[in-house]
């Protein structure tokens, strides 16, 4: 896991329930994701809805946030058909 990420027991463990390692969310987020949404969630931190491709050809959806000088991934799971459209689209 790269240094540039911050990872605790909850976001592992959160990712872990939807069957995504942590390499496969840093792999997407490093390689040209494409934005679906962006939140300012309740004003507390900026929120990026991603979708990417992993190094085995598996569609994801990544939900992160930028916490000092780290990327923090709230959540990731398999993307839903809308958001492979999406991505091939602005590929």
């Known amino acids: 896991m790269s ?5 605790d027991e909850d976001n592992l463990r959160h990712i872990a329930e939807h069957g995504v390692t942590p390499e496969e969310a840093e792999f997407v987020l490093q390689h040209d994701p494409v934005e679906l949404e962006y939140q300012d969630w309740h004003e507390v931190e900026e929120r990026f809805q991603e979708v990417g491709i992993t190094a085995t050809g598996r569609f994801l959806v990544i939900l992160s946030t930028i916490r000092g000088a780290r990327l923090r991934v709230i959540t990731a799971y398999d ?6 459209v999406e991505y091939l689209q602005n590929r």
């Open 3 to 7: 240094d540039d990420f911050e990872w």
């Open 79 to 84: 993307a839903p058909r809308y958001a492979i």
